[in-house]
């Protein structure tokens, strides 16, 4: 059965003090991770997709990495509007996504 | 270009007492997806759909739980009756196709069963 364990559960930072939210999985037949943001009250927002081991991806403050075993979300220098719960989901080779429990980021200014 | 879109954004039922949501999937988009998020997990898959056909509905309880996607366009999600365990936040969300291709979501009906 494929697992998605994301650590830590919450993660409280000062703006501009950069950090790591930790995605690991088991999957038979990874075909992609996914990185959702979700604000209160509202869906997912697609960040990135990774396909492949060593695969990274960048968009403004955000990094997503992806190993064998596990998927960094790199935050640097964060702000207060990045205070989000931030989600990883693996997907199969069948369409299948599996979504982990979240990473509560709170960003104070 | 338009989002995902859900109505109503909020419901509140009494217990036993049947609920309908609606999803409009973006324009364009084939397969649309139902799916179930309680307080501090991930979302769930309930069904999918590629156009009007139902391809897995594998996790969704058939006992009282219905869907259909008519013109494999717009998509309605019931249940009948409603329990206290399913409230919760029903969301939807739609891809150009399958495999990898990316899923978009729309912002999601609250159910509030009393």
């Known amino acids: 059965e494929d697992q998605v364990t994301q650590s830590p559960e919450a993660l409280r930072l000062q703006e501009g003090e950069s950090s790591s939210l930790n995605c690991s999985y088991t999957?038979?037949?990874?075909?992609?991770l996914f990185w959702y943001r979700q604000d209160p009250g509202k869906g997912p927002e697609f960040l990135f997709t990774?396909?492949?081991a060593g695969e990274e991806k960048e968009k403004e403050r955000l990094k997503a990495t992806l190993t064998k075993k596990e998927s960094f979300l790199h935050i640097t220098a964060p702000k207060p509007e990045d205070s989000a719960t931030y989600l990883c989901?693996?997907?199969?080779?069948?369409?299948?996504?599996?979504f982990g429990k979240g990473t509560l980021l709170t960003v104070n200014p | 270009e338009a989002g995902v879109v859900q109505s109503p954004r909020y419901k509140i039922i009494e217990k036993k007492q049947p609920v309908a949501f609606w999803c409009n999937p973006i324009?364009?988009?084939?397969?649309l997806y139902w799916y179930l998020q309680n307080l501090g997990q991930g979302p769930e898959l309930l069904i999918r759909?590629?156009?009007?056909?139902?391809?897995?509905d594998s996790q969704l309880p058939k006992d009282r739980f219905s869907a259909e996607r008519l013109k494999g366009v717009d998509s309605t999600l019931k249940i009948q009756p409603a329990e206290l365990g399913d409230s919760a936040v029903y969301l939807c969300?739609?891809?150009?196709?399958?495999?990898?291709?990316?899923?978009?979501f729309g912002p999601g009906t609250r159910l509030t069963v009393l």
């Open positions: 969300a739609s891809s150009l196709g399958t495999g990898a291709d990316t899923q978009y």
């Open positions: 999957v038979s037949g990874l075909r992609g």
């Open positions: 990774l396909y492949s």
């Open positions: 759909y590629e156009n009007e056909e139902a391809v897995d």
């Open positions: 324009s364009g988009h084939n397969t």
């Open positions: 989901a693996v997907q199969r080779l069948s369409y299948k996504l599996t």
